[in-house]
Each structure stands twice: as C-alpha cells, then as structure tokens.
C-alpha cells in the first residue's frame, strides 16, 4: 500500500435520534459533535434521519396512505374533461 493516500479511518458512532438508537463502527466520516460511548471513551458522532431502527421496512411499521382520498380528488378535478 502506498503511503499518504488513504483518508483516516477511525471509530464513528452514527445515532439515529428519532428511533434513539446509536451503533459504533468505523469509518471516514467527520463530524465536530462528540458523544461518550459505554466503554467510556469520546468518539465523534454523526446523526442520521433514519437506520434500520427506525426504516419501515426493517421494523415492520407501514404508513398509511390516504388511497381513497386521492382518487376521489383525482376523479372531482378530472370529472369536467369526462363530459
């Protein structure tokens, strides 16, 4: 390997704040924010929108869909070409 051409990689720790779920791994990710991890040292920390902890595929969650809703708007706003 050739020296000087690589980028740091180090121990990170990615948090999922709405599911609160945190994981450490290591990777080329910066970030200024810190957090204490349980083996009591310091590791930079980088807040994600979502992880499998929080993903509705992973957690089995679905999200409701107004189907009928739309199709009854779609139906109104198209209903005067239809005549």
Do not use: C
């Not at 051409?5 to 791994?25: G, K, M, Q, S």
């Not at 910066?30 to 993903?55: F, L």
Request: hydrophobic letters at 35%; proline letters at 4%.
């Amino acid at each position: 390997m050739k020296n000087g051409i690589h980028p740091d990689y180090h121990a990170v720790v990615y948090r999922d704040r709405n599911a609160d779920y945190a994981f450490l791994t290591r990777s080329t990710e910066k970030s200024d924010k810190t957090v204490e991890w349980t083996d009591g040292k310091t590791y930079p920390v980088v807040d994600v929108q979502i992880s499998a902890a929080s993903h509705p595929f992973w957690t089995g969650r679905s999200r409701v869909l107004d189907t009928a809703g739309r199709i009854e708007k779609f139906r109104a706003k198209y209903a005067k070409f239809a005549k």
